[in-house]
T-cell receptor, first 115, second 112 residues
């Protein structure tokens, strides 16, 4: 069983630039969620995708956007980067079933540094 | 007030000790409770997952949920140096899909 994989592992960008982070879901999972984890904090929910549509969003501005592809892989895009966007970005996959909660399985994240 | 609170630690214990990690939450609508372990430079790894009040045991780990006091605990028996990590509690709202609300995590160090 292949776990959740994310790329790249590290990234350095300049304030104002745009960034795209990528995620491949765990085999058999159809739902992808993205979380932001600042240093010393717990992960914060950005949004979730199911069947290629956004299915829930946290308290993040519209410059955070995403995509889910037919093979359930996903991208997180952040425009107009700010210094506070520096964090570990975590992708998690799960298997959405009617009326059930499925535990999330996380990748090892992409460490984004904005200078 | 944060929805999920944890003491950040660090908590330092000798090898073989019983470790108690705690978490409180404020939202009564939380119905699902999880514990994740996160090693440095890694993603969170699911340890325990429970729905109801009471205890759930898995090997050296026991999760305890008291919904009446909104208190969640994770006990680790016979702690090992390999247990040194940050432990995150996470809750899910009823009808909230799979959105997890995390605490800040407690850093644990198990020393030889």
């Amino acid at each position: 069983e292949t776990g959740v994989t994310q790329s790249p592992t590290h990234l350095i960008k300049t304030r104002g630039q745009q960034v795209t982070l990528r995620c491949s879901s765990q085999s058999g999972h159809n739902t992808v969620s993205w979380y932001q984890q600042a240093l010393g904090q717990g992960p914060q929910f950005i949004f979730q995708y199911y069947r290629e549509e956004e299915n829930g969003r946290g308290n993040f501005p519209p410059r955070f956007s995403g995509l889910q592809f037919p093979n359930y892989s996903s991208e997180l895009n952040v425009n107009a980067l700010e210094l506070d966007d520096s964090a570990l970005y975590l992708c998690a996959s799960s298997s959405k079933a009617q009326g059930a909660i499925s535990p999330l399985h996380f990748g090892n994240g992409t460490r984004l540094t904005v200078t | 007030q944060k929805e999920v609170e944890q003491d950040p630690g660090p908590l330092s214990v000798p090898e073989g000790a019983i470790v108690s990690l705690n978490c409180t939450y404020s939202n009564s609508a939380f119905q699902y409770f999880m514990w994740y372990r996160q090693y440095s430079r890694k993603g969170p790894e699911l340890l325990m997952y429970t729905y109801s009040s009471g205890n759930k045991e898995d090997g050296r780990f026991t999760a305890q949920v008291d919904k009446s006091s909104k208190y969640i605990s994770l006990f680790i028996r016979d702690s090992q140096p390999s247990d040194s990590a940050t432990y995150l509690c996470a809750n899910i709202l009823t009808g909230g899909g799979n959105k997890l609300t995390f605490g800040t995590g407690t850093q644990l160090k198990v020393e030889l």
